[in-house]
T-cell receptor, first 109, second 115 residues
Framework: GQSLEQPSEVTAVEGAIVQINCTYQTSGFYGLSWYQQHDGGAPTFLSYNALDGLEETGRFSSFLSRSDSYGYLLLQELQMKDSASYFCAGSSNTGKLIFGQGTTLQVKP | NAGVTQTPKFQVLKTGQSMTLQCAQD?????MSWYRQDPGMGLRLIHYSVGAGITDQGEVPNGYNVSRSTTEDFPLRLLSAAPSQTSVYFC??????????????FGPGTRLLVL
């Protein structure tokens, strides 16, 4: 089976840095993706890690440790518009992409 | 490109009715999938397809059927609607069936209420 665990809520202030963790149990694990979803909207792709280490895309970075079955999304220089839900998603060699329950990020002024 | 389109945007059904949720993409993507999202929850995979003529079950396939006769279309059929199927349904596609590393493009969603 596959399961991904992430915190349900995170709160941070504008301009700060926040880290959203994700632990996974995925048979045939292939890689870890991150998606952002604003209220009422469709999820949008942020980042993907197949190999251990850090991937940086602008203000967002994502990290993966395959040996620890763990990853995180790092958001820097937080802006109010970053208030949204963030999902980690694990892909397997069967083609399935399974999502975590999501983390609601609230950015305060 | 229109991207991933879904119809209808909203639908109200009575228990026991059947219906088809439409999903189409014009990006020549091989991989397509259906998710449902309940309030405050993550996305749960219903069915997916790695190419025309190939479908497979996800996490929550019961009560739903799919087919993939063309690359562009991936309809989701509710056989006999139940209140537990009240949800927002998202269709997604990506370039290839290669697992991982592919950006999933999501449609705008279909909001379904079953009374």
């Amino acid at each position: 089976g596959q399961s991904l665990e992430q915190p349900s809520e995170v709160t941070a202030v504008e301009g700060a840095i926040v880290q959203i963790n994700c632990t996974y149990q995925t048979s045939g694990f292939y890689g870890l993706s991150w998606y952002q979803q604003h209220d009422g909207g469709a999820p949008t792709f942020l980042s993907y890690n197949a190999l251990d280490g850090l991937e940086e895309t602008g203000r967002f970075s994502s990290f993966l440790s395959r040996s620890d079955s763990y990853g995180y999304l790092l958001l820097q220089e937080l802006q109010m518009k970053d208030s949204a839900s963030y999902f980690c998603a694990g892909s397997s060699n069967t083609g399935k992409l399974i999502f975590g329950q999501g983390t609601t990020l609230q950015v305060k002024p | 490109n229109a991207g991933v389109t879904q119809t209808p945007k909203f639908q109200v059904l009575k228990t026991g009715q059947s219906m088809t949720l439409q999903c189409a993409q014009d990006m020549n993507h091989e991989y397509m999938s259906w998710y449902r999202q309940d309030p405050g929850m993550g996305l749960r995979l219903i069915h997916y397809s790695v190419g025309a003529g190939i479908t497979d079950q996800g996490e929550v396939p019961n009560g739903y059927n799919v087919s993939r006769s063309t690359t562009e279309d991936f309809p989701l059929r509710l056989l006999s609607a139940a209140p537990s199927q009240t949800s927002v349904y998202f269709c997604a596609s990506s370039y290839s069936g290669r697992p991982g590393g592919e950006t999933q493009y999501f449609g705008p969603g279909t909001r379904l209420l079953v009374l």
